[in-house]
């Protein structure tokens, strides 16, 4: 396929001040693989994906995209208030 995955793992992580360490150590991954994450340089297997949206406690689609993403704020207001 080829696509690249984008991702909001990174604000995320550093809005809760977590280094990626701690991060990988919670998901069960090494914490190079996180930074690979970051960096776009690394699509996630469903299994970590879903793993972190369970840790972040939101759906996946909140942290992981085809497409490029808008600010988490605006993906999650209400599509009829949205100008």
Known sequence: MGS???NRVKVLRTE????RKQLADEVGVNF????????G????S??????????FDLPVEALF???P???LADSLKPKGNQK
């Not at 190079?32 to 960096?39: D, F, K, N, P, V």
């Not at 340089?41 to 996630?44: A, M, Q, R, V």
């Open 46 to 55: 469903i299994e970590l994906a879903l793993g972190l949206a369970r840790f």
């Open 65 to 67: 995209s085809l497409d």
């Open 4 to 6: 690249i995955v984008h």
């Open 41 to 44: 340089d690394y699509s996630p």
């Open 16 to 19: 809760r001040s977590l280094s």
């Open 32 to 39: 190079q693989t996180i930074g690979y994450l970051e960096r």
């Open 69 to 71: 993403l808008q600010p």
